[in-house]
T-cell receptor
Framework: ETGVTQTPRHLVMGMTNKKSLKCEQHLGHNAMYWYKQSAKKPLELMFVYSLEERVENNSVPSRFSPECPNSSHLFLHLHTLQPEDSALYLCASSQERGTDTQYFGPGTRLTVL | GEDVEQSLFLSVREGDSSVINCTYTDSSSTYLYWYKQEPGAGLQLLTYIFSNMDMKQDQRLTVLLNKKDKHLSLRIADTQTGDSAIYFC???????????FGTGTLLAVQP
């Protein structure tokens, strides 16, 4: 399944760096999501966008800043991260927000030194 | 909050059937999913079932849903080494309007 792509696949950054994660979906979907996957914890939903509008923000620290310039692209801007932010960041999309099936990208493995 | 529970680990021999179990708490759940995650990869949708169904079969995969007990299972027939992965149960909750994931079950297939 290559409908959802993410770049970069791996990222190592220092705590003072600024970087961005990119997600692109080629499925014509209207909703996009960011999830965080940490070891031994369930997937945590971070942000939800529907038709380029943020509809959900689940108490995520402000050092994570999402951007959705159009319905095909989603970014996660990172700055002054902490080592505990190291995780796999997964992007997903669905036709509409709600019960429609979510399709996931391969993820970005982030390591914060 | 709503919860989805899975056992952490299952080991089977190649050719045997695997059964991965999941329990959930949201009785208003409408859609229930199984995803597969191989090492270094994202989540791959395997199958899903609507809450008004008891069973769904798709080639080697059989999903059983017991709504009364809030129990979902995934049976993989003739398990192969390529089936080794982490399997996630995910439940779309009417109460939360979110997709809630379990912690995943690591399936190890022994040759």
């Amino acid at each position: 399944e290559t409908g959802v792509t993410q770049t970069p696949r791996h990222l190592v950054m220092g705590m003072t760096n600024k970087k961005s994660l990119k997600c692109e979906q080629h499925l014509g979907h209207n909703a996009m999501y960011w999830y965080k996957q940490s070891a031994k914890k369930p997937l945590e939903l971070m942000f939800v966008y529907s038709l380029e509008e943020r509809v959900e923000n689940n108490s995520v620290p402000s050092r994570f800043s999402p951007e959705c310039p159009n319905s095909s692209h989603l970014f996660l801007h990172l700055h002054t991260l902490q080592p505990e932010d190291s995780a796999l960041y997964l992007c997903a999309s669905s036709q509409e927000r709600g019960t429609d099936t979510q399709y996931f990208g391969p993820g970005t493995r982030l390591t914060v030194l | 909050g709503e919860d989805v529970e899975q056992s952490l680990f299952l080991s089977v021999r190649e050719g045997d059937s695997s059964v991965i179990n999941c329990t959930y708490t949201d009785s208003s759940s409408t859609y229930l999913y199984w995803y597969k995650q191989e090492p270094g990869a994202g989540l791959q949708l395997l199958t899903y079932i609507f809450s008004n169904m008891d069973m769904k079969q798709d080639q080697r995969l059989t999903v059983l849903l017991n709504k009364k007990d809030k129990h979902l299972s995934l049976r993989i027939a003739d398990t192969q080494t390529g089936d080794s992965a982490i399997y996630f149960c995910a439940v779309y909750g009417g109460a939360t309007n979110k997709l809630i994931f379990g912690t995943g079950t690591l399936l190890a297939v022994q040759p």
